[in-house]
């Protein structure tokens, strides 16, 4: 998927709380429009050289237990462990009633594809603080159930591009030279050399649907390929190199001999390339699927294929997916799974469009990243389904400053509450957003004396349209 398509001293013993809060915070600076997130977050480690952060502690004492599945890089693990995080840690994803037993004791739990965390999930996950999606995809989570929960969801949306865009180019080539044919053949002991609907793909059209990401990288290694590149896009996009935006999805289907698709799962992109689209793409053509499994319509591409009105796919992404590496891909996955695997000049991989050392190796750095940063300090830069808030860090020097972390639901007269309850005080810095119905305040509170940390806490808890509140000191 690739978008822009469709686009926180000492104290006095706790109280206990249902949510529980972090440990330590790394350096911060206000968020600047014109920086990038991996250039902010660069920019505030680098901070911390000049000017010695704050060691920052939960004011609620449990330490944090994280969950981490489906074989997530084992450097996101070393980097939760040493923060001092409990991690648990599973190579395989956990179905729905699974996670139910589980979820309850973990603050913030790691996913990629295969786990889906659905309203049941969320409502059984009463200490969960955040998620994390080691993938692009965040699908698999109930993105709203979460955010009305206080729960901000995190994903990965650049580290595996140009891992997809290189297996698109490879799919482009061997389609076209019916490598995967070839090859069975001579694993069978068959020897068959012919050139007969093998082409180079020098010279020929790609249409890439959606331009973001993903497809711009692909744009550029295409024409270095000596492709003829152009590109639909619901947003206009100032095209790379010689690529050139084209009006409408129809109109792409039928100037372009490869058609790559590269959107997320929305409403407006389910079945977005169905049998009237099929029929729109140029005979002898091919389709390539490495965003979403349901913006194809599959039966409608056995037809375009078994017709012969397409000359190969390549798919690598599927309506349902097996759980688990080793599980069957039959029919009781898809009920067409068995005619799909029939056909010829049809490449079918198991959702590996990011699957590479170098693509996971950087989703661990930047989605670790972003969890450890939310549950160490508050910062909210990068959520998917959050407003996005982060203030710069607490110095060493103010010792007894508190940050207050406040999830609330968005209405009128919140700030008013919580600004009351924050006025024996100095409020040194505060940054409030909202998304929705969701809405987020970071504040961080000069003079806070130990035996007023619970007090305030409990306070701003109490407040109207609190949903979580965590404080920091």
Request: glycine share 6%.
């Amino acid at each position: 998927m690739d978008h822009p398509y469709f686009h926180s001293l000492m104290m006095t013993p706790p109280l206990a709380i249902p949510s529980k809060s972090p440990r330590v915070v790394a350096a911060s600076l206000s968020p600047s429009s014109s920086q990038t997130l991996h250039d902010r977050l660069r920019k505030q480690d680098s901070f911390s050289t000049i000017r010695q952060p704050k060691v920052l502690h939960p004011v609620d004492n449990e330490d944090l237990k994280l969950l981490i599945l489906e074989n997530i890089s084992q450097d996101a693990v070393r980097a939760f462990q040493a923060q001092g995080f409990h991690v648990d840690h599973y190579k395989k994803a956990l179905s729905e009633d699974e996670l139910v037993d589980k979820i309850s004791q973990y603050h913030a739990i790691g996913i990629r594809s295969k786990t889906k965390i659905t309203e049941r999930v969320i409502n059984a996950a009463h200490k969960l603080l955040v998620i994390g999606c080691f993938c692009i995809g965040t699908n698999q989570v109930d993105l709203v159930t979460a955010g009305k929960a206080g729960i901000p969801v995190f994903n990965s949306p650049f580290s595996n591009s140009r891992s997809v865009a290189e297996l698109v180019v490879s799919e482009m080539i061997a389609l076209s030279r019916q490598l995967v044919e070839r090859s069975h053949e001579m694993r069978q002991g068959i020897w068959n050399k012919q050139s007969k609907g093998c082409w180079e793909v020098r010279g020929k059209t790609l249409g890439i649907v959606g331009y973001g990401h993903i497809g711009s990288q692909l744009s550029v290694l295409a024409e270095a390929l000596g492709m003829r590149v152009i590109f639909y896009d619901v947003i206009n996009i100032m095209p790379l190199g010689s690529a050139r935006q084209v009006d409408t999805l129809p109109t792409l289907l039928a100037e372009a001999d490869f058609v790559t698709l590269h959107v997320p799962e929305l409403p407006e992109t389910i079945n977005m390339i169905g049998p009237q689209e099929l029929a729109q793409m140029k005979e002898g053509s091919y389709l390539i699927n490495n965003a979403r499994g349901r913006v194809v319509d599959i039966p409608a591409l056995i037809e375009a294929l078994q017709s012969n009105h397409l000359a190969g796919a390549a798919i690598d992404v599927y309506p349902q997916e097996p759980g688990s590496n080793g599980a069957p891909f039959d029919d009781q996955v898809n009920a067409w799974s068995s005619t799909l695997r029939s056909l010829p000049n049809v490449i079918l991989t198991p959702h590996i469009g990011g699957s590479t050392e170098e693509a996971q190796r950087m989703i661990g750095e930047e989605v670790s990243l972003a969890l450890s940063r939310y549950l160490n300090y508050g910062s909210t830069l990068g959520a998917v389904n959050f407003p996005e808030v982060d203030l710069r860090a607490i110095t060493a020097e103010q010792g007894n400053h508190v940050r207050v972390c406040h999830v609330h639901s968005n209405q009128p007269g919140v700030l008013k509450q919580v600004n009351e309850v924050l006025s024996p005080y100095n409020v040194e810095k505060q940054y409030s957003d909202s998304k929705g119905d969701v809405a987020y305040l970071l504040a961080d509170i000069a003079d806070v004396s130990p035996q007023d940390v619970n007090k305030l806490r409990e306070m701003i808890k109490h407040t109207s349209a609190n949903i979580l509140t965590r404080l920091l000191a």
